[in-house]
């Protein structure tokens, strides 16, 4: 089990940052994460959102393994859970893009307006060249940065319209994994995991508990197909 087996994949569950791996300068067996934004460390989350490796493994491992039993249990069920989630979160994703490309699309013909204006401003002698200057290089910068952005956008509507590769791949990584007899490798989690997020602990005079939440690619959490 490496050190690093959960590295970029954590997640702080209040702001989003990464978590760090560190271990205990007085005892090097205990290894934990905490948040990369901690306010303790320049940063501006509240809580270090402290986890350690040891109670994670645990965790993961028991509800990857409940996970692949369900898959083997109920192949067929599993297989269309999965596709129909898949699908949905796409077509959601994809809307979002597409809100996106329009509005950075009519943003770049507004550039384009502003850039022709300018130009006709300073033909017409009524803008002078130090103002012309920076704002035409103002408007240009924008204007290259706003097309950089719409192919972005539309490289990502792109990966989503192969979503349905990428679905078959990750059943058939959970076909495979079921077969195997440690789970807690990196590999496979980065094929069956896209991240997980940390909360506080909440700490009890008698107890401790943490809400740590798994979110698994084209599924979502597991509760989704159950």
Known sequence: KEPSLFSGLLRCGDCGANMHYHFNQKNPDIKYYNCSNYIGNRGTCKNTHYVRLDYLEKLVEQEVSHLLCIAQN????????????????AKIIQHDRLVELKSLEQRKVELLGWITKLYEDKSNGDLDDDLFVLLAGSYKKDHANTIQEIQNIKDKIFSIQQKEYDVCRFLNVIEEAAAMENILNQELLYQIIEYVAVYPANRTQNEATQRVEIFYHHIGQMKEIL
């Not at 297989?79 to 989630?85: N, R």
């Open 74 to 89: 109920n192949k067929i069920a599993f297989t269309q859970k999965v596709e129909k989630l898949a699908l949905q979160n």
